[in-house]
C-alpha cells in the first residue's frame, strides 16, 4: 500500500515521458524507484528513458527484462514489457524482435546474467547479428542475491563467495564481455562506457542512445556495457563506489568503442533495394527479416506445403483387381546404401496409389550409417492396426547378415526374397518359400548393381501378383527424380519380374 | 480426399502451419530433427520464422518470447532437449504463454539411445520443471494423428494460454502413413495481452514473477482452477472393443497399434478383450477408466517404460480392480507375441494374477 507520504508526492523534476508517471506495479513507496542510493541501475533506467523519447519510439519499444537487480524493468518503463527467465532475456529478444521485426527491443542484463548462465544467450544473439540493443549494466557482483562472485568479479575482490578475494588460480580471471564478443562479424556496434564521473556518466548517455538509435535504423546487434556501481554489496558511500567505478573498475574493463559497423552498415542498407521481394541485396550482417514470399494468403497455404488435394495424384484404384485379398506384410534389410528404405517407399507409395492402406516404418538413425538398414512395409484393404512386421509374410534379405536376422520370423507359406547365388542350407524352413538370386550381379547386368533393390521388388511385385502396373510405374515417377534412375529401375523391375517366372519354370 | 505418404515428422510441421503456427525455435536431435527441417524449408515460404537456436534453453526461450508476441510458435525435440526445456516451460506456463512443443521421445536415461521409448512420460505429463503447473499433453499413434492433434494442439494452447506437449515415439515421429489435411488454413488473431510492440499493446506485460505472497498464491489458485477447467473438458481416449471387455489393455503411442493388432487377434479366439488408448495425458481420461471398470475384471497396461503410465491409470482406478502390467524398454517394442500371451494368461487365471516364485520369495522374507 503506498504510504500517505507517497500519495502527496508531486514529481517536480522532468521526468522521461517513457517513464510510467507513477509506478503502479510497485508494492509501496510508489514515487521511488527500489535500488538503493548510488546504485548506478536508475542512472541507466534514465538514460534509457530519455533516449526513448528522443528517437520517438515508446510505443514500438519492448524491454526484456533480466534477474538480477534490473528484475522489476516494467515497474518503471510505460512500454511493452516481458520478463525473462535468468540469462534467457537475449533469446526472448531475439524471437520477440523476429515476431515484430517494427518493434525496438532492449535486452537489459547484468553481469550475472549476461556473462555467466546467459553466456551462451549473448554470444549467439551477437553472432546471428540480431537487431536489438543490449544494455548490459556491470557492476562486477551478483548484487540482487547478496553480494556472490560473478565471471566479471575483479581479481583479488572480495564476495561471500570469494571470501579470500578472486583468487585466478581457482576462480579464472575477469570476463571481459565487450572484447569477447568484438571478435564476431556480425554485431554492428559494442562500446563500454562508465558511470564513474560526470564526463564518462554524459558519455552512457551518448552511447545508449546510439545503441538505440542503431536498431532503429535496422543496423544490427548493439551491445552498451555501463560499469555501474553498486555501493551496498561493494561496501562504500556513493560517492566512495562512484570513484571506484573510476580508479579501480575501469583499469579491468577499458572503455571505449571495441566494435562498429555502422558507417559501413549506413551505406549499404541505402543500397537496400525498395522492394522486399527483389532478389538481390546486400548482405549487411544483419538478419533477413524478410519471409522468401511474405505472409501469402491462407488459401494458398496448402499449396505452399504441397498438400493441396488439387494437386495430388488421382491414383489407380481403379485398376486394383477387386476380387484378391492383401496383406502384405514386409521387411527389407540388408546394407546402407542398398536402396532399402527406397524398396520400402516405392512399395507403400505403389500401395497408396492402388487405393489400399499402407504403413512404412524405417529402422533410423546412426544404423542407417554405419551398417544395416530395414524397414517394415504394410500393404492391406483393412486399415493397419501395427505397422511394425514382426511376423512377415515375405521377407527381403539384401545380404546373408539379414536373412540370418529375420529368417526365422518368417510365416508359414510366407517367402524369403535373398540376394544371393546360394541359400544357406540352415535357414531353409518347411512352408517357408525361397527366391535365391544373385540380385546384385543380375542388377550390374541391367547397368548398376545399385538397381538389385528394384529387380527384387519386381519379384516381389509378380509373387504378390495384386499391385496394378500403372500405380507401381507412378510411384517410381514420384519418388526417383532423375530419368536415367527411372528408366533403369523400370528394366529392373521388369527383369525381377521376368526372374520370378523363370524361376518357376525350372520348378 | 486424397491421401499422401507422409512421415509423422513432417506432418506435424504442416499441420502446424494450416493452423496459424508462424515460428519455429529448435534444436536438432534425433529422432526429431525432420520436423525443424521441414520447418526450415516451409516456415520462411509462409511468411513464419524459423531460427535453429544454439541450444534447447534458448529455443523454449525463444518460444517465450515469439508467444509474448502474441504469435503461434512451437519447437520439437526429444527426451535430452526436453530435460533441458523444463526451465522455459515451468516459465511459460507461469506467464500464461501458449505454445506447443514436440517431444518425439527416445531412450534414456542420460544419453540413451535413439530408439523409441516411453520413459519421457513423468517429465512431460507430470511437469519436469519446478513449480505448480501442468501441460496438457496429447499422445498421437498415426500420422494422421499427428496432423490433426497438432492443430488440436494449437488451439488447446491458446484456449488455455498453456504450454501443450504432443508426446510421440521415434516410431510415429519416423513412419510413414497416408495422411490427409484440412484444405482451409485458420487465421489467427494477436491476442489482447500480448506486447508486439504497439501503442494499444504498450500497457501489456508478461511475467512470472509475483513477489507478494497473496498474489502469488492467488496466481497459482487461477492457474489450477483452469487446470480443472481442461480435465472437465478436454480429457480424450480412444476405445477399441471395449463394449463387453473384460480385460482392457491401456496403451499410448506405438504401443495403442500392438495392442489393437493383438486384440483383434484375440477376439478371434473367443476372448473379450478391449483397448482403451489415452489420446490425452493430461487431462488424463478418468472417467472412461471408471466406466470401463464397471465390466471389466482386469486391466492391463503395455508400456515402453519401467512403468509412469501405469501410475496414473493405478490412480483412475483407485484399487477397484487389479492392474497387470508389461513393459519393454531401452528402444525393444513389446512384441505382438508377448502381449498376446498375457491376454490368453488373463483369459486363463481368470484375471487374477497369482504372484511369481520371486515375488512369493520376497514375501516369505519379511
Known sequence: MPTETAAEYVVAQARARSFYERYERKEDLQHQTHFCPGCGHGVVHKMIAKAIDDLGVQDRTIMVGPVGCGVFTYYYFDVGNVQAAHGRAPAVATAMKRSRPESIVISYQGDGDLSAIGSAEILHAANRGENITVIFVNNAIYSMTGGQAAPTTLLGMKSTTTPNGRNAATDGYPLHVSELLSTLQAPAYIERVGLGDNKQIAQTARAIKRGLENQVRGLGFSLIEVLSPCPTIWKLTPVEAQHWVRDVMEKEFRLGVFCDR??????????????????????????????????PALEELPRILGVAEEDLPEGNAAALADNKAIDLEVRIAGFGGQGVLLFGEVLAEAGLDAGLEVSWLPSYGPEMRSGTSNCHVRLSRQSIDSPLVTAPNVLVAMNEPSLRKFDKSVRADGWVIYNGQEFPADCVRDGVHVLALPFTELADELGDKRAANMVMLGALLEI???????????????????????????????????????????? | ??????????????????????????????????????????????????????????????????????????????????????????????????????????????????????GDYHQVVKGGGHGNYRTI????????????????????????????????????????????????????????????????????????????????????????????????????????????????????????RIL????????????????????????????????????????????????????????????????????????????HDEVLALVHELARRGGVTQPTQEEERVANAY
Request: charge should be negative.
Open chain 1, 464 to 507: 504378390a501378383g495384386a499391385l496394378p502396373q500403372a500405380s507401381i510405374d507412378d510411384a517410381l515417377r514420384r519418388l526417383v527424380k532423375n530419368p536415367r534412375w527411372v528408366e533403369l529401375d523400370e528394366r529392373a523391375l521388369a527383369r525381377g519380374r521376368e526372374l520370378y517366372r523363370e524361376s518357376l519354370v525350372e520348378v
Open chain 2, 137 to 256: 499433453v496429447l499422445a498421437p499413434h498415426s500420422v494422421q494423428e499427428m496432423a490433426d492433434l497438432t492443430a488440436l494442439a494449437f488451439e488447446l494452447a491458446d484456449r488455455y494460454r498453456n504450454p501443450v506437449v504432443i508426446l510421440a515415439d521415434g516410431f510415429i515421429g519416423q513412419m510413414m502413413e497416408p495422411v490427409e489435411f484440412p484444405q482451409t488454413a485458420t487465421a489467427t488473431h494477436l491476442p489482447e495481452w500480448a506486447v508486439a510492440g504497439t501503442a494499444a499493446s504498450r500497457g501489456n506485460l508478461i511475467t512470472s514473477l509475483e513477489l507478494d505472497f497473496d498474489k502469488l498464491e492467488k496466481h497459482v489458485r487461477a492457474l489450477e482452477a483452469k487446470y480443472k477447467v481442461a480435465e472437465r473438458h478436454e480429457a480424450r481416449a480412444e476405445e477399441w472393443m471395449t463394449a463387453d471387455a473384460e480385460i482392457v489393455l491401456v496403451g499410448y503411442g506405438i504401443v495403442g
Open chain 2, 260 to 335: 489393437k493388432a493383438v486384440t483383434a487377434e484375440a477376439r478371434a479366439a473367443g476372448i473379450k478383450v478391449g483397448v482403451l488408448r489415452p489420446i490425452t495425458l493430461y487431462p488424463f481420461p478418468v472417467v472412461q477408466f471408471q466406466r470401463l471398470a464397471f465390466n471389466a475384471r482386469v486391466f492391463a497396461v503395455v508400456e515402453m517404460s519401467t512403468g509412469q503410465l501405469i501410475e496414473d491409470v493405478k490412480l483412475a482406478l483407485n484399487g477397484s480392480r487389479p492392474v497387470e502390467f508389461l513393459s519393454r524398454v531401452g528402444g525393444n517394442v513389446p512384441s
Open chain 1, 262 to 295: 555502422t558507417k559501413e552498415r549506413t551505406e549499404k542498407a541505402d543500397l537496400r533495394p525498395a522492394d522486399p521481394g527483389s532478389s538481390s541485396h546486400p548482405s549487411v550482417g544483419t538478419p533477413d527479416l524478410r519471409p522468401v514470399t511474405p505472409n
Open chain 2, 1 to 118: 480426399m486424397r491421401k499422401q505418404l507422409m512421415k509423422g515428422n513432417e506432418a506435424i510441421v504442416k499441420s502446424a502451419i494450416l493452423a496459424g503456427c508462424r515460428a519455429f525455435y529448435g534444436y536438432p536431435i534425433t529422432p526429431a530433427s525432420e520436423i525443424a527441417e521441414a520447418a526450415a524449408e516451409f516456415m520462411p515460404r509462409t511468411g513464419g520464422v524459423y531460427v535453429q537456436a544454439e541450444s534447447e534453453v534458448a529455443a523454449i526461450n525463444m518460444l517465450y518470447g515469439a508467444a509474448s508476441a502474441g504469435v503461434r510458435a512451437m519447437t520439437a525435440s526429444s527426451g535430452p532437449g526436453i530435460s533441458l526445456m523444463q526451465e522455459g516451460i515451468s516459465y511459460m506456463a507461469g506467464a500464461e504463454l501458449p505454445c506447443v512443443i514436440a517431444d518425439i521421445t527416445r531412450g534414456g536415461p542420460g544419453l540413451g539411445n535413439i530408439g523409441a521409448e516411453q
